[in-house]
């Protein structure tokens, strides 16, 4: 029976079934991965997960119920895959700590390099902390403890201690010497760091070029031009940019006396730029940090601000409206026509605003050249408009049969592209002079004016034309 049932299984020593132009896992895949787990079958379990990355576990476990996900990583049991808990959404990361046993966390967390160890813990309660920090070696546990004190979303706490460094006076034979007899070498690693007898970081040498040069050719030949150096206190988001700004694969990071203390490589810093772009469109949506996790009540009470801030926006607008009651009694037309003049202006707003954010995220839009993009913008609007100007004009004469109201809702047109243009640019370089996050409230003050100029300038227009 045993030899039949070997016979039978499916060979799942393969890659993973994927969609069609995507990554993500296949419907196939994730339902014999549960179906692994209904029948309880821990081997099976295994091969249906040998061929996925931790990143592909992660996303499994985010996609399942918490049902199925309990199930899933109890029938695991001590094969869990640490690196799947660094690629976890930290929305989720404590519910499947609080799911692993002590010993299995301990052996998940064991092997793990000390920067995804620090991103494991820093959100963690004191309890949980002590028990994944309980489970390092003694040199890990301090490095660890060390990273925590330094700021949060610093580049103390995103920078790995596992660093490869030479004296800046050996050659290349004595690097490669000293590399083939080491064995706690970091799993990946792109430079060899140079440092003085201070151990001041001094340059970066690639392992191309290391291995490219025979063994007389001094270390200090072979150094970069572009070398920066962070210290532990310096912004992640700083961190970020630099990296892609000067295309940087790896950095040292010093302490308060440039001794060389840690090392940040290109997929931690891409990470935060990542994470970066994700928080300002979120926010530009007025939507926060959600996460596919959150329970209901935690994204109701972060929606609700933002929906309060909305309404009182709304009520600006339509007492702009309510001034102009007796018009739009007189003129149907216009309520039908006014809707039309206040979602171009939004629209606009927003294509600007969201130009505006961006730039200033990546640092292009600065003192030096900030006119010529408000500028720009504002002209931008003002070709738009007119061209809808002339399409809403030839609209409204074809539809209500006179030219005066195609004339109105045109000039209303112009101007409310115009401002929006403005207002889409200048309110976030305001807001990011005075120190307030642009992607958090811009978008509020930009729908505010662009309704409220939009609704004046076209009632107000048909107020004098028409009546």
Known sequence: MAEDDDQAEPDTEREPEREEDAYSLSPQAVARIIYAVDIG?????????????AADVADLLEQINAFDRRRLIELYGSDFDGDVLSELDEGLRQEV??????????????????DDVVDLVEDLEDHEQEAILSALEAGD?????????????????????EVVMAPEHWNVG???????????????FYHIILVDPRLRPVGNVTLGKLMAARREV?????????????????????????FNQYHLISAPVVDEDDRLVGVITIDDAMAVLDEEHEEDILRLAGVGEGRLSDRVIDTTRRRFPWLAVNLVTAILAS???????????????LAVLMPIVASMGGNAGTQSLTVAVRAIA????????????????????????VIFAVVMGVVGVLWFGGPELGYVIGA????????????????????????????????????????????????????????
């Open 362 to 385: 990546t640092k292009d839009l600065t003192g030096s050249n900030v006119w010529r993009f408000i500028r720009r913008e504002v002209l931008v609007g003002l070709v738009n408009g």
């Open 412 to 467: 209303a047109m112009v101007i409310n592209l115009v401002v929006a243009g403005l207002a889409g640019t200048v309110i976030p370089v305001i807001l990011e002079r005075i120190g307030v996050d642009p992607a958090l409230a811009s978008g509020a003050f930009v729908t505010t004016v662009t309704d409220v100029v939009g609704f004046f300038a076209f009632l107000g227009l048909a107020a004098a034309v028409l009546l």
């Open 319 to 333: 007492m702009v409206i309510a001034q102009f009651e007796e018009a739009i009694t007189q003129v149907v037309a």
């Open 141 to 161: 546990r301090i490095a660890v403890q060390q990273s925590l004190t330094y700021p949060e979303y610093s580049a103390g706490r995103l920078m790995q201690r």
């Open 174 to 188: 004595e690097a490669i010497d000293y590399l083939r007899n080491q064995e706690d070498l970091p799993e990946q």
């Open 41 to 53: 079958d821990h081997d099976l379990l295994l091969r249906e997960l040998s061929g996925l990355h």
């Open 97 to 114: 700590i609080g799911l692993l046993p002590p010993d299995v966390l301990a052996d998940a967390v064991r092997d793990l390099e000390s």
């Open 218 to 242: 001094l270390l200090s030949a072979l150094v970069e031009e572009t070398f920066h150096v962070f210290p532990v206190t310096q912004d992640e988001e700083d961190v970020a940019y630099a």
